[in-house]
């Protein structure tokens, strides 16, 4: 009788669509319940991008149909959650920028970049396969330093014309690897990162336009 209540009472929550930028399929979602709170509350005030980040993953799962969240880029995923705050709380987002009360409409964020998947030659018979990472790649990270955004973006390693998959080495391996990279890789390596799907918006502040983009910066919400 109780989980009849209960999924009547989901039947009445109004459901919109939105089609996410980068991996540019439609998906239904609902806005916000009371239980999302403790996760919103953590993804607008933590500082430890990763405990934000399992909190964002929890709140996309709750009130979305269709996607599978942990096969989406970062950018996806916020963008889903703006989708669903859109609808939820407000279309305005209040932000602090160097202590600076400042707003920005949610229609107004927009988006660069794609989805990426990148070969590097480290010499005649050894490459490496650079690929965007999705929240499946990224919620394994102990923290979001460069050296572990660079673990994350490498998934294969093909020498001799044999592949190894970066997803079965432990983390000693991984750690391993990148130490052992020749100097001239990284350049090429923090290059990709910086490609990656982004979402951005201008906002109006005392020392004119300033831009601010993703990666959980638009959660910094007071």
Known sequence: MENDLFKSLNSLLPKYETVLPFQKTTVSFT??????????????????????LTSLVNVLKSNTEGVDILNLCLADAEFLFLQIRSKSVDELLNLVYNGEK??????????????????????????????TPKIKDLIK?????????????IKKIVK????????????????ELVDNLPMYILPKIE?????????????????GPKEVSGFLNFFTYR
């Open 191 to 207: 290059t990709f990162l910086q490609k990656q799907p982004e979402l951005y918006g201008t906002i109006q502040t005392k020392e």
């Open 160 to 175: 001799g014309g044999e592949i190894f998959y970066t997803n079965k080495f432990i983390p000693e391996q991984l750690h």
């Open 31 to 52: 806005p916000f319940k009371v239980k999302d709170a403790k996760h919103i509350s953590v993804i607008l005030q933590e500082e430890n991008k990763k405990l934000a």
């Open 141 to 153: 990270l102990q923290n979001f330093d460069k050296e572990n955004l660079i673990k994350s973006c």
């Open 102 to 131: 400042v707003q920005l409409y949610i229609l107004d964020i927009l988006s660069r970049n794609s989805v990426l998947e990148e070969v590097i030659d480290i010499n005649v018979d050894t490459k490496i396969i650079l690929e």
